[in-house]
């Protein structure tokens, strides 16, 4: 239903007409009005005839592939409203999920799929995607922002916590912070807390996920930070799956004013799940020829991935380290602006990471800390990104 009270109208392109009967049955079950489409041809012009709220597009059909579907449709739709697709694909692999939302998918499912897991991204695409009119009397949703290291020991991490830090004590935002490593997660190292703790494996392990079972999962840190730990041990990070992780943080959306996720270098299928759900991603970077190639491959894969040039911030660490390439150089070689800058005190990062104290508990009034005070005052002045902002523009010439 939409938020009008209305049925959803969902038009499913398949060309397979088992598939077609599976689909229809359970979208009806649940209130969803169905058309049908057999091939991209007829797909296309039942979208041009009347768009409708949500598309399942399947990759493989007669006359025109999924593919070029999404492609013409984006090409087409200018002002009118996004319709979100949903591609449908047998191909596992990351790069067939690549290509499908670089031809402009917004979500992707891999056959056979739960009806669960099916509605409950109809669910997440039709709120996201409602017209603004319709969002004005739900309760205001926390805002999620990601950390990413363009390459390890940056800083990322040390950012993250201290960042979560300020917000709530300083700014007096309630925080929850994820610590999306999931093979090789530091913040019970950082924070001083031991293997016990519960983690993110206690909520995907759990027969369903409410705001009760967090509150029993999340560790509130001496800081009031909240805390969902990334498991004990690598082995059992195959169990968080995209899908897991994306119920979850909506859950903690609710609950917190700020969810801050810390993930790892990975362009896997959970971080681009992040990337999705994150209204910013912050780039941890610092002034060195390894780490500027490394955010000018991850800046030309977000392009490739039509993220909004607002959604992506450059976060130079160690501004004032002598690293024989100053701020200008690297925007230089990068052709676009550093957004945020935290200066150098190595040892005291190091210091503090070693007594699993942050500085922003400890030392809140340091060069360093008063550096990430300012950073976080700006992402808590940062509007969110309205829809339709500028993209990714190509590398061709200095900002």
């Given at each position: 239903m939409t938020a009008t009270g209305m049925a959803a109208r969902i038009l499913v392109v398949d060309d397979d007409p088992n598939v077609q009967r599976l689909l229809t049955y359970t979208l009806k079950q649940e209130g969803y009005e169905v058309i049908v489409a057999g091939?991209?041809?007829?797909?296309y012009k039942r979208w041009a005839a009347e768009p409708p709220s949500l598309m399942l597009l399947d990759v493989m059909l007669p006359k025109m592939d999924g593919y070029q579907v999404a492609a013409k449709i984006r090409a087409e739709e200018g002002k009118t409203a996004h319709v979100p697709i949903i591609m449908l694909t047998a191909e596992s692999d990351i790069e067939q999920k690549v290509r499908g939302l670089r031809a402009g998918a917004d979500d992707y499912l891999i056959k056979p799929f739960h009806s669960a897991e099916l509605l409950a991204r109809i669910k997440s695409l039709l709120a996201r995607f409602a017209p603004r009119e319709l969002l004005m009397g739900r309760p205001p949703m926390g805002r999620v922002v990601s950390f990413y290291g363009a390459k390890g020991g940056v800083g990322t991490t040390t950012i993250a916590i201290n960042t979560a830090i300020a917000l709530h004590r300083e700014l007096g935002r309630s925080v929850a912070l994820v610590d999306g490593n999931l093979q090789f997660g530091d913040h019970r190292v950082f924070l001083d807390l031991g293997l016990d703790r519960k983690s993110v494996v206690d909520l995907?392990?759990?027969?369903?996920?409410?705001?009760?079972?967090i509150k029993q999962v999340i560790v509130r840190h001496?800081?009031?930070?909240g805390l969902l730990l990334a498991p004990p041990s690598p082995e059992t990070a195959e169990l968080v799956s995209a899908e897991g992780l994306s119920g979850i943080m909506g859950q903690?959306?609710?609950?917190?004013?700020y969810v801050l996720i810390d993930i790892?270098?990975?362009l896997d299928e959970i971080n681009l799940q992040v990337f999705d759900m994150a209204e910013?991603?912050?780039v941890v970077m610092t002034a060195d020829l390894s780490c500027l190639k490394n955010v000018r491959l991850l800046l030309d894969t977000m392009r490739t991935l039509n993220y909004e040039s607002a959604k992506v911030q450059l976060v130079l660490n160690r501004s004032n380290a002598y690293t024989g390439i100053n701020v200008k150089?690297?925007?230089?070689a990068l052709k676009r602006k550093i957004d945020h800058q935290i200066v150098n005190e190595y040892r005291s990062s190091i210091s503090a990471l070693n007594s699993g104290a942050p500085f922003m508990f400890t030392k809140?009034?340091?060069?360093?800390?008063?550096?990430v005070l300012e950073f976080a005052r700006a992402i808590d002045k940062t509007a969110p990104a309205p829809q339709g902002a500028a993209q990714l523009a190509p590398a061709t010439s200095p900002t």
């Open positions: 091939d991209g041809a007829d797909g995907v392990t759990a027969p369903s996920v409410d705001a009760e079972l001496d800081s009031g930070v903690l959306r609710s609950m917190y004013d790892d270098k990975r910013i991603v912050f150089n690297a925007e230089g809140a009034d340091s060069l360093l800390g008063r550096a």
